[in-house]
């Protein structure tokens, strides 16, 4: 079993920056690729950013140049750099690592709120 563990969430006014790290308990490159969702209230779970083994992105269009996924094998962590934050990023934020086919691991998410 595989644990992600998430940290970096909180409370920021819009137009400011947060840092969301997913730690693994394993290599990072055993995974197919790692990511992260949102999920609002009374929505669904939506990618938000995803890096693949060989360091190829994947970024919803609403994030895009605002975002960026990252990754320190060293460390076996992945981050997520939020900045001009809006408030409809407000939402918690899950931390995913694929293992094949459609199997993942997720952590236990981290909740960004971001007021106006």
């Known amino acids: 079993q595989v644990q992600l563990v998430e940290s970096g969430g909180g409370l920021v006014q819009a137009g400011g920056s947060l840092r969301l790290s997913c730690a693994a308990s394993r290599s990072i490159f055993s995974f197919v690729a790692m990511g992260w969702y949102r999920q609002a209230p009374g929505k669904q779970r939506d990618l938000v950013a995803r890096?693949?083994?060989?360091?190829?992105?994947t970024y919803a269009d609403s994030v895009k140049g605002r975002f960026t996924i990252s990754r320190d094998v060293a460390k076996n962590t992945i981050y997520l750099q939020m900045n001009s934050l809006k408030p409809e990023d407000t939402a918690v934020y899950y931390c995913?690592?694929?293992?094949?086919?459609?199997?993942?691991?997720w952590g236990q998410g981290t909740q960004v709120t971001v007021s106006s």
């Open positions: 890096i693949t083994s060989t360091g190829r992105t």
């Open positions: 995913n690592a694929e293992f094949g086919g459609s199997n993942s691991y």
